[in-house]
């Protein structure tokens, strides 16, 4: 009985994850991580017509390679999380979720971040068999960076109140990023973007403990923008105001 009831619970859990995935990637969600495949596709022709003289190192495979689709594709998922119920008024459905409304946004953040690991495990795939090897500490930077924007535009679409504004925000944010950071050439220990394989000159030590810093502040922010995100949402007279 409890094993039956083990796997009715997970099914029921599964099934709910993946009407969150429609929500938020639309009924063909599954395209959207095929979606992403176009980038390295891109970087491939570029190489063949030598609009990029050098290959593709480890040091690229977290931003330049597998990083900078995935933050695009988190961008458009995030502003579904939350305006997408606005924008389709059924939000006053979702605050009617037996256990409060952030039940719904949580299904459909994690939905968005399965999608966001499909996506990975292709761009991964892809580049280790065409372009370079994958060194373990790309692709998790790679997943940090994508979800901090998936919660980042999550934040500002309902903080806006649109899924539009929220998504130019966002990419806004992505772009002074890169303008701060080099696009890459330069490290920036407090930036979700921040490569370790990018750090040249500094020992093992330094490189170690730089890395371990940038992670945490990142889980620390990633934390702090879904609650006000969720916090924000709560607030019903603001939405439906």
Known sequence: MHFMLTREGLSDSLR?????????GG?????????TLLWPAVQAFRLQIGWRE????????????IGFPMMVLAIGLGVRIIA???DRRTLEIAYTVPGGAHRVWLAKLAAAIGLLVVSEALLATVAFAFFS?????ALYGALQESVFYLVLSMAFAV???SEITGALLSAATLCL??????FGDNQVRAFPTFNPLGLQHLSPEDIFAYTVQN????MLLIAAITGLAFSRAERREKLLG
């Open 16 to 24: 709910l994850v993946g009407h969150s995935a429609r929500l938020v």
């Open 27 to 35: 009924r063909r969600y599954w395209l959207a991580p095929l979606l």
């Open 54 to 65: 050098s290959v593709f190192e480890p040091s690229s495979v977290q931003t330049t390679l």
């Open 84 to 86: 997408d119920e606005i």
């Open 133 to 137: 090897s994958i060194p373990l500490t």
């Open 159 to 161: 903080l806006t109140r």
């Open 177 to 182: 990023n890169g303008l701060f950071s080099g």
């Open 215 to 218: 992670r945490i502040i990142s």
